[in-house]
């Protein structure tokens, strides 16, 4: 597999606000102000598929499944939390829809560590 959607991705990544990335179960992995993932990279992690795990506002990865489930999927360990998977392996990936579904998750998950600092 080329190179191509990990760059693209990690580029729309870390464009976020004090976005980082290290490896996590040796995967690129993104997080903000280097304490919280928002996103992952699966290179083949669990199956034979490329995608991207991403926090996601409640009820947003039922009706994406459910919508697509060609494109996106409910994401091993954190599907329970609400995540979705969005498979970069289809010949149509949509960048611009992908690139708000990882602002969103950054939003979602620099917001619930601005709360977790009010408490």
Do not use: I, N
């Amino acid at each position: 597999m080329p190179t191509y959607p990990l760059d693209r991705l990690r580029a729309m990544c870390l464009a976020q606000p004090e976005a980082t990335e290290r490896l996590s179960h040796g995967e690129p992995t993104w997080f903000v102000r280097g304490r919280r993932v928002f996103a992952t990279f699966a290179d083949e992690h669990h199956d034979d598929r490329v995608a991207v795990w991403l926090a996601a506002a409640p009820g947003a990865q039922e009706a994406l499944v459910q919508a697509d489930p060609g494109r996106f999927f409910r994401p091993p360990y954190v599907g329970v939390k609400g995540w979705v998977g969005v498979y970069l392996d289809v010949p149509d990936v949509d960048w611009e829809e992908l690139e708000a579904l990882v602002a969103e998750a950054y939003r979602l998950t620099y917001e619930s560590l601005r709360s977790k600092r009010r408490t």
